[in-house]
């Protein structure tokens, strides 16, 4: 899942930057939320084999799944706080539906991958 989470965090970062080029600042912070959970997979795993040498009673596998469940409620809680500034209730909701949802599936493929390592 390392190649998928480079691609996805290049192609949200890509839109973003073209979207704020276009002048709507706004949809362009919208997108960032969605590049947390595969961020923090690029990270976890050269972070996590780093981190197993702190503790004998967590893997590196265990730091990763961690590292990728933190990222997930961070980027859950940012798109609840985005939403909340959207005013019309079936714009909030489309947006909540669609960019938790890729969160969460991501996070979900993510953690299928990791766990049978464990």
């Not at 362009?28 to 981190?51: C, T």
């Not at 809680?77 to 939403?83: A, E, F, Q, T």
């Not at 714009?91 to 990791?114: A, E, N, Q, W």
């Amino acid at each position: 899942m390392l190649t998928e989470s480079f691609v996805v965090v290049v192609l949200v970062l890509l839109m973003s930057y073209l979207t704020l080029r276009s002048g709507k600042r706004g949809v362009a912070l919208i997108l960032l939320p969605l590049v947390i959970v595969p961020l923090a997979n690029l990270l976890a795993s050269g972070l996590a084999p780093q981190l197993d040498k702190l503790s004998e009673a967590m893997s590196a596998s265990h730091w990763r799944v961690l590292l990728v469940m933190a990222a997930m409620a961070i980027a859950m809680g940012l798109v609840g706080g985005i939403s909340r500034n959207i005013k019309k209730k079936a714009p909030r909701r489309t947006y909540m539906l669609l960019c938790g949802g890729f969160s969460l599936i991501f996070s979900f493929m993510i953690l299928v991958d990791v766990l049978p390592i464990l």
